[in-house]
């Protein structure tokens, strides 16, 4: 998979690593000449040059490419690379970073946004998640279809735990999707309980949160921030 990332700070530059070490072919854009480090990440192409320009984009040739995020830390800047990817160059997901929450609403597919990661949120969503077993935290908001990704850890009181997963009746718009027990990383089997303790991420249109934190903790639902 062929992957730019608009934006080579520390978060790109992260990014990019992660991606590299999974296989992934990675292109780091960045107008500053500073933000060029070919020897921090050197598995990756690097252009200099501005990535809300048509023609550093065709440069980069950005029509090749599976994946294009946004990691810049100028918002407008990030909305304005995921516009041009994916109206200009018709890249299949685009990825947005958020830096200041009050923008998150801008970032939809109007936009170009596939998936939008608001950083203040998920630093939030992770410290809250430390703290809160029991509470729907929500960790990442996807433009289609109004759905976020919400992880709840599961409390030893609720009626849930040690009930198998196919005799649950779910909410509508909902799905598991995966289940972290200890140090493993579950796919969900049917034939299998939920226990208490199990981090269970899921999928949910957002109307469908209250149901879902209200179904598996042993308290009143609140709504997700």
């Known amino acids: 998979m062929r ?5 080579a700070g520390a978060v790109g530059r992260s990014i990019a690593g992660e991606l590299l070490e999974n296989g ?3 292109l780091l854009i960045d107008k500053a000449p500073t933000a060029i480090s070919v020897e921090r990440v050197p598995q990756a192409e690097w252009l200099l040059a501005d ?4 023609t550093s984009l065709d440069e980069a040739a950005l029509q090749r490419c599976n994946v294009v995020i946004a990691a810049t830390g100028d918002d407008k800047v990030n909305l ?3 516009l041009l990817a994916k109206t200009e160059y018709g890249v299949p997901r685009v990825v947005a970073r958020v830096n200041n929450p009050k923008n998150e609403w801008l970032f939809n597919e109007s936009w170009g946004v596939d998936v939008a990661v608001s950083t203040p949120r998920l630093m939030s969503a992770l410290v809250e998640e430390a703290v809160s077993v029991g509470d729907l935290v929500r960790l990442l908001r996807f433009s289609h279809g ?10 030893p009181e609720s009626p849930m735990a040690g009930v198998l997963i196919s005799s649950i009746d779910w909410p509508q718009d909902t799905s598991l999707v995966t289940i972290i027990r200890g140090n493993r990383v579950l796919t969900p089997n049917p034939e299998e309980s939920l226990e208490a303790g199990d981090e269970l991420l899921f999928v949910a249109a957002q109307a469908r949160e209250e149901q879902l934190e209200e179904l598996l903790s042993a308290r009143p639902a609140k709504t997700a921030g």
């Open 24 to 26: 992934h072919e990675v």
């Open 146 to 155: 109004d759905a976020n990704l919400v992880e709840l850890t599961l409390p």
């Open 80 to 82: 304005v690379v995921s």
């Open 3 to 7: 992957v730019a990332i608009a934006g």
């Open 51 to 54: 990535a809300c320009e048509i």
